[in-house]
């Protein structure tokens, strides 16, 4: 049979359907059972954070985040230009106008240098994205935030366990958004979290996670009743799929072991070839610990970029692009959005692509790849 390599594969890892099976025989398989509360105390413990709420995906993380911030219509939010739609679309349901920002030509990450002109009096959140688990410039941006007195709320969907200077990625922001979606180092398939930072977005999170009442703080005794008291949704994952991801979690070690593997394996397999070629390789700086998401490359135009993930496919080798520049979508022109308006992002987006990454990819199936992309010339 032909080799056939595809872009991701999910993969046990661990004891997760052992703890699947725990989880239903206990009798809870509905939100906040005790494999929930297992990942959130890993991940407040781990991260330290004050607080991590699972979620149904980090979409609705970032949903939640435009619900604590009160973003009104009219409201503005600073996003990255490239990014996944989720980044965007919570802020636009409330009503908000997206305010794309370019990004850097090294990290691909929001350019902070152009973030002090993008602020108006209007601006009530910016959204740095973490992209491919590369911290964004934070210091940069929190000074900018601080000064200004907007709050910044970090999508960390790439970014678990990585760091900037030392300190975690999804600890800066007053909130982050992670995903466990199945593409993610860490999933349960579909699922997400909310870390919060900041002591007062707590009780509100908690209420509008289970739709808008007060049910967490009844079943802690600390209310009689439970009852409606502000808007929200059900935002709160199985504990069957909390369980999965427990058993992905407490793996940590051997999940990031493996990825650093692979990543560090196209990096020297890739080097000598890409320099021959024109292809720019991913750029982590010094003073930031990469979560080690994904691998991608940058090919010298749209054309030898289509004609490489062609010439993969015909070996078997399913290998991708992402993220259309935001505000030349058919809903960024709404907004206003026009081509030359992120030139970098314009030209990041033809030019890219992401080799096959995930968490049982191996040592035979990388190689075949590598080989496949050293028999393409530019
Ligand atoms: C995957 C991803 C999301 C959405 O995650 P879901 O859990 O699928 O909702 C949001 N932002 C970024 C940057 C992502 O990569």
């Not at 030898?304 to 080798?317: C, K, M």
């Not at 959005?337 to 990388?366: H, I, M, W």
């Amino acid at each position: 049979m032909p080799r056939s390599i595809d872009f991701n594969h999910p993969a046990l890892v661990g004891r997760e359907l052992e703890y699947v099976a725990q989880s239903i025989v206990a009798g809870q398989i509905s939100g906040d059972g005790s494999f929930t509360k297992k990942c959130h105390a890993y991940l407040e413990q781990t991260l330290g954070v004050q607080k991590a709420l699972l979620t149904t995906s980090c979409t609705h993380a970032l949903e939640m985040m435009a619900i604590l911030l009160d973003i009104q219509p009219g409201d503005e939010v600073i996003i990255p230009d490239f990014t996944f739609v989720s980044t965007v679309n919570a802020f636009v349901l409330r009503g908000a106008r997206p305010v794309f920002v370019d990004i850097r030509p090294d990290t691909l990450n929001l350019d902070e240098t152009k973030l002090a002109q993008a602020i108006t009096p209007r601006t009530k959140a910016i959204v740095p994205v973490h992209y491919a688990g590369v911290g964004c410039e934070m210091d940069a941006i929190l000074e900018i935030a601080t000064q200004r007195g907007i709050p910044v709320v970090e999508d960390n969907a790439h970014g678990l366990f990585g760091k900037y200077k030392g300190r975690y990625l999804g600890t800066f922001g007053v909130m982050a958004a992670q995903s466990f979606h199945e593409t993610k180092n860490f999933s349960c398939g579909e699922g997400g979290a909310l870390l919060i930072n900041d002591e007062k977005y707590i009780e509100r999170a908690e209420i509008i996670r289970e739709k808008g009442t007060n049910r967490s703080r009844f079943f802690r005794g600390q209310v009689d009743k439970y009852t409606w008291v502000d808007i929200g949704s059900s935002y709160l994952p199985s504990d069957v799929l909390a369980a999965f991801l427990f058993g992905q979690l407490e793996m940590r070690e051997k999940i990031q072991t493996h990825r650093r593997r692979v990543w560090e394996t196209y990096w020297a397999g890739l080097q000598a070839w890409a320099q021959a070629n024109g292809v720019r390789l991913p750029l982590v700086p010094a003073h930031t610990e990469q979560a080690w998401h994904m691998f991608y490359l940058l090919l010298p135009d749209l054309e030898t970029r289509q004609r490489f993930i062609r010439h993969l496919r015909e070996r078997g080798i399913y290998a991708v692009f992402h993220y259309l520049p935001l505000h030349l979508s058919e809903m960024g022109r709404k907004f206003g959005g026009k081509p030359g308006d992120c030139p970098v992002t314009e030209a990041v987006s033809d030019r890219l692509v992401r080799l096959p990454f995930y968490n049982d990819l191996t040592g035979d199936d990388q190689q075949f790849v590598i080989q496949a992309v050293q028999e393409f010339a530019c």
